[in-house]
């Protein structure tokens, strides 16, 4: 292909091979992608982030959800955030080596993208990448997050719908979903459930999310439940039928006050390598997609999320202005002034603002 440009209907007919190549230039920062993701619109693709410390499962686990919504005639995307190459600053193709068996099905897309230095475990290409597979017409999109601990937070400003996945055996379980990380999720799963200590660590998990609702705690579930708790009425259990074989744990955590449903969300066993517990899982994800359309969260997130984007995004454009000669240079210089003590911290940041014509707001 030696077109400059992308054609727009290519992305919106789901060619991959234009898919690929904007991906690409998303990635590369080209500026001409800009032009072609003014173009696009969103076709109400359900973004599901999966996340959970290394060793977790999430590759093999992500597979086997990508082979249940098949089974349900769904197109599936999968962006794999894997760790950026020290030397090329590219994607180690791990996760995408181990989804190969989907390579021959025309429905399914799999991509690797570098974390480029991003602590929260996304880069800004992720987010784009994001609306341009929305606009291909998969009807979900998968974000593997690369599994860096509790940094890994920005899958919140991506995602509709978060499965946060633990496992047994990795010493003090409980660190893998302390706060910060557990308030982020809206399914728990505990993956190699057939793994000694599985059980502990689902009680535990069910133990933090219900002191968590007891207390007030602020998580990403307890609005949308309750908003679906006054939309059945007051006095009824506000919860999906619940396949009890799963061992999904919605319930009541307490009766209290104003609060008459305090729920938390499932709690799922699955055994990612023979695929035990997937229809289970894929079934609480398509049922949050509609909790979260019923309630009106769904937009309320999506806006919240593009606020942040856009944050985010203005941002990067003001400091890859840095990236040019000039502006490296006064910044290295004011630094060496600050250093000896020829002016102050404050005097010059106000300084580099001037330069790069913002107004401060430092009283």
């Not at 894997?82 to 399914?108: C, K, W, Y």
């Not at 399914?187 to 207390?215: P, S, W, Y």
């Not at 035990?276 to 899982?281: I, K, P, Q, T, Y």
């Not at 999506?302 to 502006?327: H, V």
Request: charged residues 25%; aromatic residues 4%; contains cysteine.
């Amino acid at each position: 292909m030696s077109e400059t440009v992308i054609p727009v209907d290519k992305i919106l007919s789901g060619d991959t091979r234009y898919i690929a190549r904007l991906i690409s230039m998303v990635e590369n920062e080209d500026h001409r992608r800009i032009g072609v993701l003014k173009d696009l619109h969103s076709t109400g693709a359900h973004v599901v982030g999966i996340t959970g410390p290394p060793g977790a499962g999430k590759s093999t686990l992500t597979d086997k959800i990508i082979i249940e919504l098949r089974k349900l005639n769904k197109k599936v995307a999968v962006l794999a955030v894997d760790p950026s190459s020290p030397f090329s600053g590219g994607a180690i193709l791990g996760d995408r080596i181990r989804m190969q068996r989907h390579a021959t099905d025309e429905n399914v897309y799999i991509r690797s993208l570098a974390t480029r230095g991003h602590l929260g475990g996304l880069s800004q290409a992720v987010f784009e990448s994001v609306r341009v597979l929305d606009a291909a017409g998969y009807d979900t999109v998968i974000v593997e997050t690369v599994g860096v601990g509790q940094s890994e937070v920005d899958i919140v400003r991506c995602a509709d719908t978060i499965v946060l996945i633990s496992v047994p055996g990795l010493g003090d379980d409980i660190q893998t979903i302390k706060a910060g990380v557990m308030e982020i999720g809206d399914i728990f799963v505990v993956n190699k459930a057939d793994k000694d200590g599985a059980e502990r660590v689902g009680r535990e998990i069910k133990a933090m999310l219900e002191t968590a609702v007891l207390n007030g705690a602020v998580t990403r579930f307890s609005a949308m439940y309750e908003a679906r708790g006054r939309m059945k009425g007051s006095g009824q259990r506000a919860e999906r039928k619940v396949n009890t074989d799963s061992g999904a744990f919605h319930h009541i955590a307490a009766q209290a006050g104003d609060h008459p449903n305090l729920e938390i969300p499932p709690v799922l066993p699955t055994i990612a390598e023979t695929g035990e517990g997937l229809r289970e899982l894929v079934a609480e994800i398509q049922g949050h997609a509609r909790d979260l359309l019923e309630t009106g969260f769904l937009r309320q997130r999506r806006k919240e999320n593009t606020a942040w984007q856009l944050k985010e995004a203005l941002s990067a454009q003001m400091l890859s202005g840095f990236k040019d000669q000039e502006a490296s240079g006064l910044l290295s210089g004011l630094a060496n002034s600050v250093i000896e003590k020829e002016t102050d911290f404050y005097n010059a940041l106000d300084e580099l603002a001037k330069a790069m014509k913002i107004e401060l707001c430092i009283k």
